[in-house]
Structures are given as C-alpha cells and as structure tokens.
C-alpha cells in the first residue's frame, strides 16, 4: 500500500499590488527568479538525504526529517514544468509554512539558489499578464519590477495545492 501526503486545500482571495508589498525571498529556478513572501518561509537548509514515497506524483520528491517531523519535499523545477539539472552546491531546501484550515504545515520546496531578500514597493508590483483561457496560473501574484529584471510573486499556499494538486493525487 503506498504512503499517501496530505496537503489540505484553503480558498485564496484574490490579491492587489498593496497585499504584495513587503519583504520577498528571492530564488532562482533555472534562470528565473522567484519570490515569496518572508513571512511564509519557516527556513533554509542545505540540500539534504530526502526518501522517496512511491506512487507520488513526479514533483513530490519525497520526505525529510526535520526535528522529528515528517515534512514533504516538492521540486519547484518538476512543478513548473522546467527542466530538471543536477543540484549544484548552491541547491537547497526552503522550507514553508503552507497556511490550512486550523494552522500551518511545513512543506520543502527544492530551488536552485536563494538569492536574496527584497522589499518590493507598491510602484514595484504590476498585475499579471493576461496569458488567455490555456495560461491561468492562479498561484501567481503579480511581477515585480527590480532594475532590469522581473521577479515572479509566488502565492506559496496555492503552489502547494488546491485542485490541481488534487488531480494529480495529493488531496485532504
């Protein structure tokens, strides 16, 4: 019988510029960078041993003990449809606190390199593209602009799960 990982679904609302305002972890997945929240990441740690859970979908790469918990592993690259490369010295584990109904569980989530943390202004944030009715990405928040480049805002919870991770076999 296969082990099954449980990630419960929440209802997001949707956000404005002002609810992204704030301090953002900034990773990177391949070339792009990413951004989270700060208040959603409960640690970083080195890319450690992670046990694998047969039957799981291809992005859940596992489990780890953190402190005697059993946490779940999802590989952004797999989730996101990047390609996958070999972890480097800069490979790690962030470890999130995904907001569900009665608390918060820890999930990790594997990127390529932390970079840094940035304070994103509301002059900073701009509304995501409109990418028609096949590019519906409800877990992104907004783009922000930083010097020449884009940051991609996360909403982490709906990475996470929610329906489509139900369809894919993790589910309350």
């Known amino acids: 019988m296969a082990a099954a990982i449980t990630i419960p679904s929440i209802k997001i609302a949707p956000f404005s510029a002002t609810q992204i305002t704030g301090k953002h972890l900034i990773f990177q997945l391949g070339e792009e960078e990413f951004a989270i929240n700060?208040?959603?990441v409960k640690e970083i740690m080195k890319m450690q041993s992670i046990t694998i859970v047969p039957q799981t979908p291809a992005y859940v790469k596992g489990v780890i003990n953190l402190r005697g918990k059993i946490v779940p592993v999802i590989n952004l690259r797999s989730k996101f449809g990047i390609e996958d490369r070999d972890d480097t010295d800069l490979t790690c584990i962030v470890v999130v606190r995904m907001q569900?109904?009665?608390g918060e569980q820890p999930v990790g989530i594997v990127v390529d390199g932390v970079v840094e943390v940035l304070t994103f202004n509301h002059e900073d944030i701009e509304d995501t593209?409109?990418?028609g009715p096949d590019?519906?990405?409800p877990y992104v928040r907004g783009m922000a602009k930083v010097k020449s480049r884009v940051k991609?805002?996360?909403?982490i919870d709906q990475v996470l799960q929610g329906s489509?991770?139900?369809?894919?076999g993790i589910h309350n």
């Open 38 to 40: 700060v208040m959603s």
């Open 100 to 102: 569900v109904e009665g």
């Open 129 to 131: 593209p409109d990418f």
């Open 135 to 137: 590019g519906v990405m």
């Open 152 to 155: 991609i805002v996360l909403d």
């Open 164 to 168: 489509p991770l139900e369809r894919m």
